[in-house]
């Protein structure tokens, strides 16, 4: 009997312990991604959906995500605001327009401590890798989409407090009790059981302005990231740093390559964002 | 003896330092660094490299406002009479300021993001892509040693405040 034959006498269950123990070891030993989507373990066993509060603009695209830990694996939630990963974590960010997924990025935290990117492309009822080199697609309709390199992958996430940009305290906030419950987080500060974790904020306008330009500006200008004197990071318990409200709306504000912000990932201006962050920022700066 | 150990090292440390600068000043020497962001003056037998702006990139005080209409002809380039500003197919681009200074220059910078800028092309290595006539595919094939020793080098200079523009979008899309 082969193999396979072999494991058609063991329970639904425990085949699918199988595959996600299987998955994680072939995927944190360094192997290369797979080529299918459907081959990584998402829909398997352990994998859990999450939603950041404040969302990274992706020209309207509508985007779901996942993350699987390896079996009894936690995140090291140590430093608030940099957690740590262990090894074999796996994350899925689905990224969807006019209600039709066009791709969905993979990536996965190998023995060696490196993590592995990809972008599949759906195809019909599954996503196919998309060329480490990046690809841009023509939608129906005629738009233009632009899956991302490796590079600009790695050029996001790479150099962030924590590589993983999504599923963190501030971005979670009110979910994290639930994560402490669920076992998911360790050396987690202990007042996260009953009180979620947030940063001081004047009122909503400031919460809503500044937790956009925490989740689309935080992961490069933060202290020891990009060498610019412009801290948009937001820390658990903290007030945001002051910012130059000038510079900040005219790269957000702009689509010229050379000058917007965030410089990849976006053609279209977020008219919404910029809204949020006019009202708040003209508000302020009124006597 | 045992008391001379730590000079010695210190020593050892500093030719090491030293040596990794001069090797740094030959690749730039050698590498046409300052072909382009060394601007070129009038002198009496022609455009010469203005030395006492070394290495800082395009003047400040030489202001373009846009890109120039494409030449007829074959031609796609046309340089400004710095050899500090090229307007091509992406719009027009800007040397930088090579030197030190800590507002307009590579003063803030740290290894990591030079090397990284180099290897990806892209500024600091997560931004904007590097335009052209930068020469990135030619220098992102350098080791990590010589990129190391080129930014020993250029950080050794003496700083030079002049803040270079952003680069220009093109008049038309590039692509269609």
């Known amino acids: 009997m082969s193999g396979l034959g072999a494991l058609g006498k063991v329970p639904l269950m425990h085949r699918f312990a199988a595959t996600a123990v299987l998955l994680c070891l072939a995927t944190a030993a360094g192997a290369a991604l797979p080529e299918r989507l459907s081959q990584t373990g998402l829909g398997g066993p352990g994998v859990r959906a999450f939603e950041p509060r404040f969302a990274l603009w992706s020209d309207g695209a509508a985007k779901r995500r996942w993350i699987a830990l390896p079996p009894g694996g936690q995140v090291d939630a140590s430093q608030p605001d940099a957690w740590r990963f262990p090894i074999g974590t796996r994350l899925w960010k689905e990224f969807s327009v006019d209600g039709r997924p066009v791709e969905t990025r993979h990536f996965v935290l190998g023995f060696d401590g490196r993590w592995e990117f990809a972008s599949y492309v759906w195809q019909g009822d599954d996503a196919v890798r998309a060329p480490a080199r990046g690809q841009t697609l023509t939608l129906p309709g005629g738009r233009r989409y632009d899956l991302p390199s490796v590079g600009d992958c790695v050029a996001c996430h790479a150099g962030a407090r924590s590589p993983v940009l999504g599923f963190a305290a501030l971005q979670l906030g009110p979910a994290v009790p639930a994560l402490l419950r669920d076992g998911l987080l360790k050396n987690a500060p202990a007042a996260w059981a009953t009180q979620a974790p947030d940063f001081i904020a004047s009122g909503p306008a400031e919460h809503a302005a500044r937790g956009y330009l925490h989740g689309n500006c935080g992961h490069c200008h933060f202290d020891g990231g990009v060498p610019v004197p412009l801290r948009l990071a937001l820390d658990v318990g903290q007030p945001p740093a002051p910012v130059d409200a000038a510079q900040v709306l005219r790269r957000a504000g702009t689509r010229n390559p050379y000058q917007q912000m965030p410089p990849l990932g976006t053609r279209d201006l977020d008219r919404q964002g910029l809204a949020l962050l006019q009202r708040h920022f003209i508000q302020e700066t009124r006597p | ?176």
């Open chain 2, 1 to 176: 003896m045992k008391a001379l150990i730590p000079v010695l090292i210190l020593l050892a440390g500093t030719a090491q330092a030293a040596d990794r600068i001069e090797r740094g000043q030959y690749l730039v020497n050698t590498s046409g660094c300052r072909d382009c962001h060394t601007p070129l003056k009038m002198g009496a037998h022609g455009p010469e490299p203005d030395m006492a702006r070394s290495l800082s990139g395009h003047p400040q005080d030489f202001v373009i406002t846009a890109p120039v209409a494409p030449p007829q002809g074959p031609w796609m380039v046309v340089t400004a009479q710095t050899a500090t500003a090229f307007s091509g197919p992406w719009g027009v681009s800007f040397t930088a300021n090579l030197t030190p200074d800590v507002e307009t220059g590579l003063g803030r910078w740290s290894e990591n993001d030079f090397v990284q800028t180099i290897r990806t092309g892209r500024h600091l290595g997560r931004g904007r892509p590097v335009l052209p006539p930068m020469p990135i595919p030619v220098y992102s094939q350098m080791t990590d040693d010589d990129l190391k020793a080129v930014f020993a080098y250029l950080k050794s200079l003496p700083p030079i405040r002049n803040k270079v523009p952003e680069p220009l979008a093109p008049l038309a899309p590039a692509h269609p």
